[in-house]
């Protein structure tokens, strides 16, 4: 079976980490082997990291000159067999963007954790922010899907980062770990387990590496240097890698296949918490370091007698959107907490039918705070 | 193709891509033949490429692993490639505006970092599959789609370009002079470094058209003429001057 248990290849028990460095030791859990990356604030510490401790472990770690190159190289090493990552942030992923639509279309294994920063443009370096959301799923040309995981801890920052590979590796897909700032950089403890659950490309000889018959099917990947004369072009193509550019249906089953192959998986890639939801009137959505700020808000509005609860997405793409739905049969409104202008807040207003959705936006490089939320959901009342 | 070369090609592909008269069929026969001479294993050889013509050669014609990446991205592929798996031998082939123009910061940081990889540029100084607009490589004066009154910028040299980013082997062929192209190839592959091939190859279709060059043979009878015997059996400086030199560029 692909998925394995593994003994934790980094050090066990309770650590006090920042969440970069936790992200970096849940690659090295999940078994990354290759690290390519462009030094870029607030993402860095994970290039530090591994740049020490890949080659102790029979990995590589380039410096790149560019991201365009970081994540080009990280393509690379995914098909020689090696489990791929880069860190980056706001400019960074920008200019990442046409090699990840490479990455979806050739269904190459890739797992890119985005530290938010303050943007647009250069922005603010230093500065937290939640506005890469769309980026990571619509910033690439053409139709296709990724992951995307909002972690709140530090100690997410590992296990997510873990869960990122493993959906990458199982869906062949670009999974990110979509941080921010303020989780990147931040230290508490956190409680690394003596074992975790790893899983491994499926590889069959001989079957073919880009097609299979299920209309949202996975197919096997093999590595360069198996002998199975790989094909890897990033043109439309058939089962074995050639390009075939002719013939609109062929496409678009390609592209639909594609889609489906995460989307038709919603059921169990999305993960998601609920706190005070039973009885909840109004529902405070929220995601990534905001969710923090949120359930602090949640639990003083419960004991000022609102009936306030938080629905906290941990996985933001694919979007639940039957979530949403589930939980608007219940709720009299929504709360959606964003360090942007919005942009879950369209997701959410999408699903939530006749449920009245109220925006809270805040792009000014500061963590939303509880009282803010509070506030909000005081004039929700 | 030789049918002695035709082990290494695909049975499934029948049609080669390149125009008629262009370079590139020369090249790809040279570089298979360095291969065998070699006696490379294919199995263990990843070749990488680019977009537009060159970027062909390899994918799909070869029956190897291949990686047709982006547009000026195939030397970082190619790097990730061999830094995560030293033992494939790795070769890029693609063509001048995809290594030296889109592509030219990964050409010259990955000569720098001196990885063992080989990088054969095909060279036909014009974006030929776009519809032949200027290249980095383009002679002042020519006439591209992009430049119709003469290119007005200096050429890239890239043989100086890429030796002076540190690169240990570099040469130049030309697809007219297949047998010293042969002995370049045979070396860049065989090197434990960074190694850089540039290689002159006519493209009748785009360049030699709008450059009253209006056959193959004319592009041909002019490369030749750029090249002239030396005294030591290698190429001497022809009449386009130092950046059409042909040979090798060891330390």
Known sequence: MPLRTVTNPVKAGSRYLSGNDAAAEGAIAAGCRYYGGYPITPSSEIMEYMSRELAPRGGAFMQMEDEIASISSVVGASWTGSKAMTATSGPGLSLMQECLGYAAFTETPVVLVDVQRAGPCTGQATKVGAGDLMAVKWGSHGDYQVVALSPWSVQEMFSLTVEAFNLSERLRVPAFLLAEEATGHLRERVDLPESLEIYDRDYQPHEPPFGCDEPDGIPSMPRFGDGENLLVTGSTHDRWGYRKTEGPAFHDALVRRLSQKVLSRKAEICRHEGYYLDDAELVVVAYGFTARAALRAVRQARRGGLAVGLLRLITIWPFDDELIRRVAQGAKGFLVPEMNLGQVDGLVRSAAGDTPVKSLTQVNGSTISPASILAALGEMR | ?251
């Open chain 2, 1 to 251: 193709m030789a049918r002695s070369m035709e082990k290494y090609l695909r049975p499934e592909v029948k049609t080669t891509p390149f125009c008629p008269g262009c370079g590139h069929g020369v090249l790809m026969g040279s570089l298979l033949r360095a291969i065998d001479q070699l006696g490379l294993d294919m199995k263990n050889t990843l070749f990488v490429s680019g977009i537009g013509c060159a970027a062909w050669i390899p994918s799909p014609n070869f029956a190897a692993d291949t990686l047709h990446t982006l547009h000026g991205r195939a030397v970082a592929f190619a790097t990730g490639a061999k830094a995560a798996n030293p033992d494939l031998k790795v070769i890029v082939i693609s063509g001048d505006g995809d290594l030296a123009s889109i592509g030219g910061n990964h050409l010259i940081h990955a000569a720098r970092r001196n990885l063992e990889l080989t990088v054969i540029c095909a060279n036909n100084m014009i974006y030929g599959m776009t519809g032949g607009q200027m290249a980095p490589t383009t002679p002042q004066g020519h006439l591209t789609a992009t430049s119709v009154q003469g290119n007005p910028y200096r050429p890239f040299d890239l043989v100086k370009l890429v030796k002076g980013a540190g690169a240990p082997y570099v040469a130049r062929g030309a697809v007219t002079r297949p047998y010293e192209l042969i002995g370049y190839l045979k070396k860049a592959i065989a090197s434990p470094d960074f190694a850089f091939v540039d290689v002159l190859s006519p493209c009748p279709t785009q360049y030699g058209r709008r450059n009253k060059l209006d056959s193959a043979g004319a592009m041909y009878e002019r490369l030749r003429g750029l090249c002239q015997e030396s005294a030591e059996g290698t190429c001497a400086p022809g009449d386009a001057g130092d950046s059409l030199r042909l040979g090798e560029f060891n330390d």
